[in-house]
Each structure stands twice: as C-alpha cells, then as structure tokens.
C-alpha cells in the first residue's frame, strides 16, 4: 500500500474481506497509516524527499527532479522485489507510487491524477512518462466518482481500458445530522513555505476576532513556540478520531486545496473555503473545477477574512458505494 489517508478505507474494504494486508510507506504517512491498524506488518519504503522552491512552478519542479524520480521509484521497486522473493504475496495495491507493482501479480495503482494538470509547464513530456509508468498496473483506481466529477481533466481520459472509480475516499465518515458549532476549523499542511504562509495569513485575519478558530498545524513532530492570538485553539496534530469529531461539527473549514481535504469535505458535507497553493498547477486546477461546479469560491491568502466566510459552501457527493464492487472483483482474482 501506498501513503496516503484515503488507503484508510480501502484497507478497511481489504480487511472486510478477510484479505492480510502488509502496509507499506514512508515517513509520517506510514505512522499515520500505522496508527490507524497497529496490529498490521509494515514494510518501509524509500521517501521520495522532493524539495519545491516557493518561486519556481510545480511543473518545472519535476522536470528538473525527474531523474531524482526514476532513481527513487526503481529503488522502491527494489524494496519490493526483495520482500516479495521473501513472502507470499497475493496482489499489490499501490497509492501513487509507480515502483510499487509486479508483473507476475494482480497490482492496481491509485491515483486520481493520469495527467497533470492543464497549463502544467513541460505537460506533454511528463504526460508520456506517467502513461508509461501506468501501464506498468493492472488496474488504475481513481479515487473520485463515476465521470471526475472532482478531478476532471486530471483522469478523464480513454487511454487506460483497466480504469475504474472508487468514488470518494475519506478516512471520516458522514457528519451527524446536527446543528454545527459556531467555531472555524483550519487545517495546515503540504511543504514550506506554504504551510506557514497560510498559517500567519489565518493568524494576520483572525488576530483581533471574537470568532473562535481551531488551527490544526500538520506538524506532529513539531517543537516550535509559537505564540497565537487568545482565540486560538492550536494543535500541531491530532488523531483520526479527534479531527473526525472538529470536521464534522465545526462551522466551516478553511484548508488548501489538497484532493484529500476536498474528499473529506465532500464525505463530511463540511461547508469550505479552500486556498490554493500558488504555482502548484494541480491546486489550481482542482479550485477551478470546484468553483464550476460546485460554486466554491476561488481565494487567495490575503483574501482570508472574517467579512469572506459567507462565501462557504458545500461540496455534493454521491451515496454511490464503487469501492466496494471493485475491492470484491479484484479480490476474488487472486
């Protein structure tokens, strides 16, 4: 398995099914993931360890990296031939990472991104080697309803006949049918300087507010001392469970716009405000689609304001239950 929190839902499927499942990842993913199913084997794979430049485009970003890339994508591919020359293993489920698969078994990837995102630099040239690494999978699960209702351009394609939809993965569950609190949920993470952009932009609006914000620093290890306004609620991590209970019964959220807080949002039908992270192709993309189709409104960090938090809205999902249709196929295949 991958690293990401939607692999949460998937192994939960997995388990259901009374399938053993080794967990394999990297760095805070991995214990995230970990912590979720303490009794589960783990396998450590190599970390990506890509560093981004506030001023340069994602984009370029990876082309300038691609051969840091491929180094590292044959090395997980090593880590992975070895444990399989050791065990017994039936299938493989990779999150993203395009060395984790084989041949000789049953191995689907999940990504919702089979290109990258439109007015992506160097789109073409990257496309090409994506598709390649692709058709290295059996089966390619997109993590989004029927038609990319959420992705869009990013995997509505025909090039890929394994393609199948998952739906909408979260780690949390449907809010409560209960009036919501008075209190703002914010919520960090990605690289620097992003993080912390966002983080002294929320400070900068809210510092002189009666509004009560919860800030959720995505920092777990973190020792900094940071001082923050008296309305401040602030964690630098929590679990599942504790963010689980804040999302589902805060106010609003106001986070990036990572795929998986919008999957979360759209899961919890928690009303957002989602900022895109400047220069990151995908975000952009991703704030586009949703204020088409979701009239979700497209703001920058100095927008955030107290006078801007009627423009919240909610994010529609489907009852549709795809995950698991296509866990009970793949399975019985093995």
Request: proline share 4%.
């Amino acid at each position: 398995m991958g690293h990401a929190t939607r692999c949460i839902p998937i192994i939960k499927e997995l388990l259901t099914n009374n399938i053993d499942v080794v967990i394999a990842g990297s760095g805070k993913s991995l214990d995230l993931i970990s912590a979720e199913f303490p009794l589960l084997q783990t396998l450590t794979l190599p970390d990506y360890d890509l560093h981004f430049n506030h001023f340069i485009p994602i984009g370029l970003h990876v082309v300038l990296q691609s051969l840091k890339i491929k180094r590292k994508i044959k090395r997980e591919k090593l880590v992975l031939d070895n444990y399989l020359a050791a065990h017994e293993i039936a299938g493989i489920i990779s999150d993203n990472r395009y060395g984790i698969y084989s041949s000789s078994l049953p191995s689907a990837i999940v990504t919702h991104q089979i290109k990258l995102a439109p007015k992506t630099p160097f789109r073409g040239l990257a496309n090409n080697q994506i598709k390649k690494y692709l058709h290295r999978f059996s089966e390619i699960w997109v993590p989004d309803e029927k038609g990319s209702v959420i992705s869009g351009e990013l995997s509505d394609t025909d090039d890929f006949t394994a393609k199948k939809y998952l739906g909408v993965l979260s780690r949390f569950k449907a809010a409560p049918k209960t009036k919501r609190e008075t209190f703002i949920l914010a919520t960090l993470s990605g690289t620097e300087p992003h993080r912390t952009i966002l983080e002294n932009r929320l400070i900068k609006s809210f510092r002189n507010s009666k509004q009560k914000i919860i800030l959720v620093r995505g920092i777990p290890k973190s020792e900094e001392k940071k001082i923050f306004p008296e309305n401040f609620t602030v964690h630098n991590h929590l679990t599942t469970s504790d963010l689980e209970k804040l999302l589902t019964s805060c106010k609003l959220l106001i986070s990036r716009c990572g795929y998986s807080t919008i999957s979360d949002a759209m899961v919890t039908e928690t009303p957002v405000i989602l900022v895109a992270t400047k220069g990151q192709s995908e975000q952009e993309h991703l704030s586009r689609r949703l204020q088409s189709k979701f009239n979700v409104p497209l703001l920058k960090e100095k927008q955030i304001s107290e006078d801007n938090l009627q423009l919240a809205q909610k994010i529609s999902c489907t009852s549709e239950n795809l995950l698991s249709s296509v866990i009970g196929k793949w399975v019985n295949q093995l």
